[in-house]
């Protein structure tokens, strides 16, 4: 059994126990974004974390240590993604790539944000025009810094 | 002249004169991440908005019918971008990207975030531990909803 | 069991039946093209529909659960596809689909048509010389519209 | 003088002149999508149409013979678009291009719709909750007929 | 079972059996290279057709419905083909295509030659410094011709 | 001077003579497909052949030293062609290439069609249901021979 | 069974074997990369070769018909390989490509070597600062011949 | 000035003086080989060398320190080339790639052929069916040998 | 079985039995790194590993012989890696590959650093502000030294 | 003028003034990686640094600007680098990719190197069996730390 294997059997048991991954989140304790992410084969969860789901879903107790290992990371299988969903990220990146770049740039100079110090929320904004949904990434700023 | 050449002479004078994107937005009264994007060729300028850019860079009056026009959008050259700053925006989708989607639709059912009736913005937020970068997307639901 | 599992069940059912997508459409009392494209794995069903679906194809009952889920989207395997079918819609947009945009330009301004909330129709035009394709895509227009 | 020179000249001189593709369509008197079309460099033109054009815009008399040349099709740099408005098009293929390829042989039996004996039209349809953009492709099916 | 799963069963058998394509063709009485491409899955059969040729190989009966979808075209898992035999083909396309697409436009004017209403054939050329392979495509000529 | 600018001046200097391929090797006694590919920058040129074509296109006699070198072949930009004219014929590999192959088996053996020691043709076939285009490769058939 | 079935049974075999394919060469009586080779699924071979093989290895005797039929050619998944060993092949075109070429035509004028008419051999050369690689392609030349 | 403005002189001047790659690697007195891929800009070259060829050609003398500087090799543009010449090349690879590495490996163990402690020749083998080319790699045999 | 399988078999008895690569490392006798290696299927053993290996981790026999072929190496299943991990290695080539050359060159003269004479190690330096992850690439200069 | 013109400046003059990258890092005092890095166009200078770097190189005032401005990175134009010397950096983390990320993973646990708090020193280790190339890269060990 690998990561992959582990994951379809969380989705599987997932839908027959009619759960939400936020509700799953909550019973362990975690923010649903990661516990999502951990699901899905992106986050290693510890031992204890593990047993929960695995107890939650009713998974096999081999499932537990598969849980614990440090993925290969990544969720999609192309460069590009093509679900619509997941497709408006890609865009926002050729649209506003350099936008983005150019304002990380002007308020905190030479640098990045973060993707591994970082954490990441899906909210809905009510709006009486249409409820809209807010994508917040947090990653700490990491200034270019020449060390050797 | 085209909008590529557009962007080239705006820059260009941008640095000459010293200006930062946010201080031409503050002066032509919009928003700092759209008015990065539209100088860097990615949205179309009102009449007054192109002609006080063309007066605040001290650019040519050709300038000011060409940032009019509606763009040929896309401010990246390549699918996976190479910049770092830029390629975080890619890494969270690869690793996140699944994650997303599934908290939109437990969260709204089946559809997406619109990157078209949509803003962004890019903030510092002070944390003792290192200032944080907040990039937040923020797109009106859009439910997949057939109509024929 | 994944959707695209209950997809091939769906294709091997619908053969031994010898029931069409229009058929099974009518039945169901859903638009032709959006039943093909949930049949195909491309939309998630309504209890209802999906109980339906398994009934008149015969189907196991775990299947209707899979139906209801949302769909990881895409129905090809390449970004340019092979089928000569197929590929002429590629073509299309290879050859107009600058036209298209300058004419959706033209008309609402800047702006996209909407995938999403969408609709798709395939028809026969009668014709002496030749009947025709009649092929129209309907979605909403969306305005690029900064909200932040 | 190739026909990309030409298509920039016809662009610029557009602007300058504030001219609609529709509009110099109708002055020449033929389909607004054609006549884009043929502008943005996808059609030959007839001598005719050619010396309007040029008179219109009020271009060089070389631009009329290069006008005329038919020409290397393909009107976009990648096989996946990148600007959002043309995306969408691309999106309905990799969503519906099975649907559609299943639609057309359930009605027409095995065949294609052309893309050369072919016209398409891009139209507003007027909607209470927001105005639709309707795309219509019309080709004349051709089924597949071996013939040696 | 599917198309695919269908082509190896045929292949399968047809080593079995010792035939040729050629020989299948003239049993069912039609174009050996019509024949060759539907036993490679790229023509769906007509009954009668499908029936003879499961007869012939000894097949399952279940092969008969599949051999008569509409498949899905592509014969091939690359763009480039990588086989020496195939990838001549390809190189005549990027050594020839532009005189290709020349000759047919000084002889046709606009427009292409049908890959839909087309067959081709393989022969051989004798000739004493050593036979020659002749392939010939012929397709109906379809000018561009614009309706709407 | 390259071969690439040798072919603007050739097709430059055709379009303002109002000459065709077809004339102009007429004109110089070589066949019109060889002459084709060799204006368009596919082969290179006796001295003889390429005063001759200097002279008819009234071209500057540095060119005469540049037909005559042996050129970097490839007449396209990309592996799959974008033009509707050319893309027919990458349509037919990508649907009969693993026909043709088995035919070329079948007849000859184990071994190719040469795309070197070959030529190729481009005629109408007049057909009252619509003339044809009759693409007519022919290539010396090269067994695998393996020679150490 | 396929090719690669057999491909893959026949070094599974070899390794229970201990064989080198220099020895089953040797026995068959035929050139080492010529068997090497085709033990790989490259060539097709004779029925007194394919039984011998089969022999040898202790195979079953499905296999001997397999290893006769001509094959799909083809060895890595990938045209830009990723073992080093097989990447230096690449690098030496990559690098001295051009100086290939430029040399064949110095030498032979305008033409090719073959592929096909071919052998290959790989060698050490001894060398007392270390041993050499020696790599030998031998193909027949083929000049550019236009037939037609 | 870059080297491949220095490749482009060297090319025009080779050709306005009729002076082929040999022999100018004779009066410099360096292999043919080595000298064809210094001027093709894949090796520096010492001053001495740089000189000669440079008063050989009758260049400027700028371009004597352009052939000394080490350049970034790689002389063609693309991953699979399409020039026929060169083609063949990648082919063998495709096809005996796979042997080629076996073969190594029987009789060097593991490691691989260095393509930097290497040369290549190209020669004509007279053969009274037709001469053949001969294209010898020959570089230093390299054990993987782990050294930390 | 195959080498792949041989590694997935490794991974899952180490997970098993809790053994981390470095303590296999240091029971065998080798170098963590490239015991590693080994493991994931990038090196052949010698006889002795094998058998030791596959004692420690309590492996099939079998598994012995396939540790000893010399493997098809490459580790990842695309150019540009997805885990961020992994990711910042081909970051580092993207932005300071020219770097690196630069400085090989100024350094040693025209040549590379071998990737087959070659060890590296990952190792932590204590660091107040942060632990830092040290890796050291080292391999033999090679020089280009055509020999011919 | 943009960054690119300026390293083509820079190049140049450094090839007049026969200048080093590691001479002008010593005037200016900055490491030599990093010098290299900043002067081939991958890092931003500070004003001090800029003036000097001019000043030693005897450019244009206006360089100095450019020098200041935070660069779009990426010193390549391919994914996978074709030079000799960089690509074996790029075989390493295929061949080695997956070791690295093991050991990483085993000293620090979940994380990653950073690219950014970074730097690398490429120097010569004396061998008498050949002196050997030794690049260091260390950057901060940053460990998965979800924040939200």
Do not use: C
Not at 20 to 41: C, N, P, Q, Y
Request: net charge negative; proline share 4%; hydrophobic share 40%.
């Amino acid at each position: 059994m690998d990561r992959k294997d582990a994951t379809e059997l969380i989705l599987e048991a997932k839908r027959q126990e009619g759960l939400t991954f936020e509700s799953i989140a909550e019973k362990v304790g975690r923010h649903k974004a990661w516990m999502t992410a951990a699901l899905l084969g992106q986050h290693p969860m510890s031992a204890e974390d593990a047993e929960q789901v695995v107890d939650i879903l009713g998974l096999d107790q081999e499932v537990t240590a598969v849980l614990q290992e440090i993925p290969m990371r990544g969720s999609l299988d192309t460069d590009v993604p093509v679900d619509p969903t997941i497709y408006r990220l890609h865009e926002v990146i050729q649209v506003y790539g350099t936008t983005i770049k150019a304002l990380i740039h002007e308020e905190f100079g030479d640098g990045i944000m973060s993707a591994i110090n970082f954490g990441l929320n899906v909210e809905r904004v009510e709006d009486p025009e249409g409820d809209r949904v807010r994508i917040t990434y947090e990653g700490k700023f990491l200034p270019f810094d020449w060390q050797f």
